[in-house]
């Protein structure tokens, strides 16, 4: 089982740059694919970006993609989103999600099994 918690949100204006930082228990973190997904008010939960278990793989949803980097360090445990250029329609709760060794792009929620709580960020125009 895995416990997620992320860090790192808050306000920001238009241009500027986040680093959000997911912390996970578990001494399996390697074994698990990450992802960062977000949601808006009144907006369905949607994916921002996932990273391979193995090998480091990473995806994104076009609206980031150029923008915002995933990685993360098996040996701490952590998943990073390096969030740069940001635009007030990045304002979103944002989430990171674990699944266990599941392979390929994992872009829906279903395919996740432990969430963290979420971390707010607002982006001011």
């Known amino acids: 089982q895995v416990q997620a918690v992320e860090s790192g949100g808050g306000l920001v204006q238009a241009g500027d740059s986040l680093r959000l930082s997911c912390a996970a228990s578990g001494r399996t973190f390697s074994r698990y694919a990450m992802g960062w997904f977000r949601q808006a008010p009144g907006k369905e939960r949607e994916f921002v970006a996932a990273?391979?278990?193995?090998?480091?793989?990473?995806y994104y949803a076009d609206s980031v993609k150029g923008r915002f980097t995933i990685s993360r360090d098996n040996a701490k445990n952590t998943v990073y989103l390096q969030m740069n250029s940001l635009k007030p329609e990045d304002t979103a709760v944002y989430y990171c999600a674990a699944a266990y060794q599941r392979w390929g792009l994992l872009s829906s929620p279903e395919q996740y099994d432990y969430w963290g709580q979420g971390t707010q960020v607002t982006v001011s125009s």
């Open positions: 990273i391979s278990w193995s090998a480091g793989i990473t």
